[in-house]
């Protein structure tokens, strides 16, 4: 006879099949997912519940410790998608002795709604602070330019030429969405378009921004000549 009273650990390690955009394990996501999977105890049955829904189902842990279920069944009422928004999941599982174990909170967010264009406000000299907008002058060779995007989102930040693309990055905007971008090299006296589109955490992308125009001229005028006195 085996006496069992020792409780499994939740479910640890959930994921969905389908995770798009910024991380592949957050459930942010803005295509349908078809399963959730995670690891568990090996012989015990794992339950998952979405109470918003009003739906549960169940798997099997196997001999490897891992788990797999369709999440259609939980959207059942909607055709077997999950609803815009997010949709929380409690997971548990239960030992062949009958032990169930605390509950792990998974939540299945889809998001597919595009993110409105980044904002281009300023380019700033770090070294004299002096901040200008679209099309006038800065005398810096390594500006920082400075925008909005949704809170969260990657900033694809782009500087062109007329006749090419001098640099680019991208950049992760802050929990209010500012962002700032400083190209790495030193950009040569020009009239430059600088241009700002997001990916937000679901993969969602934006249309690119506004161009900025971004004038550099960092040569001192020549000294003034004196062509007559009286």
Do not use: C, H
């Given at each position: ?69 369709s999440v259609q069944v939980l959207g059942q009422q909607l ?152």
């Open positions: 006879i085996v006496v069992d009273t020792v409780a499994p650990g939740a479910p640890r390690s959930i994921a969905l099949d389908i995770d798009t955009g910024t991380s592949q394990a957050d459930g942010v996501t803005k295509s349908q997912p078809g399963f959730v999977s995670g690891l568990g105890e090996p012989g015990a049955t794992v339950q998952i519940s979405a109470p918003s829904l009003g739906s549960s189902l169940s798997a099997l842990v196997g001999q490897d410790g891992s788990w797999k279920a055709g077997g998608l999950f609803p815009e928004g997010q949709t929380p999941l409690l997971v548990s599982q239960t030992d062949p002795a009958g032990n169930k174990s605390p509950v792990a909170n998974f939540v299945v967010t889809i998001d597919t709604v595009v993110p409105q264009s980044p904002a281009i406000f300023s380019a700033s000299s770090s070294t004299t602070g002096r901040t200008v907008v679209s099309a006038q002058s800065l005398s810096a060779a390594q500006p920082v330019i400075s925008g909005v995007a949704e809170p969260g989102s990657k900033v694809r930040v782009e500087i062109r030429s007329a006749t090419a693309l001098v640099s680019a990055a991208t950049v992760v905007a802050d929990s209010n969405g500012a962002w700032t971008y400083t190209p790495s090299r030193p950009l040569a006296d020009n009239t430059y378009a600088v241009s700002a589109a997001a990916t937000d955490m679901a993969g969602n992308e934006s249309a690119p921004s506004v161009a900025f125009t971004l004038a550099i001229d960092t040569k001192a005028p020549g000294a003034p000549t004196v062509t007559g006195v009286g």
